[in-house]
């Protein structure tokens, strides 16, 4: 539904397979969720070409979180189980515990979401 513009989101990347955009209850900002836009719900249902490019989309969304938003290392999950749709989690990390799900998540205002949403693209 986000893909097909149903449900609005803050885009940061596509391309003819890939989707890349905010998540809107974020461990930190520049948090990106990657998904196919192929309806697919288990991450490893997905071809092994298909799996490939989707890494590669993401390693490029990752770089650029990286540079708009300075890190150590920008982390990556896969956990698939709140959302019935395939989808990496990109998140901006200064220790390990940046990755913890059950951390606080931050509450930022559209304005927010829209300027780190234009910080990411502007490094694409």
Known sequence: MIVAGEIPCYKVAEDERFFAFLDINPLAKGHTLVIPKQEV???FDLSDDDLGAMQVFAKKVALA???AFPCIKVGQ???GLE???AHIHLVPMQSEK???FTN???KLSPDEFSQIAAA???QL
């Open 104 to 106: 606080p998540k931050l």
């Open 83 to 85: 959302v019935p749709h």
């Open 98 to 100: 940046d990755m913890l």
């Open 65 to 67: 979180i990286g540079k």
């Open 77 to 79: 999950a896969v956990l």
């Open 41 to 43: 719900d288990y991450i």
């Open 120 to 122: 990411i693209r502007e």
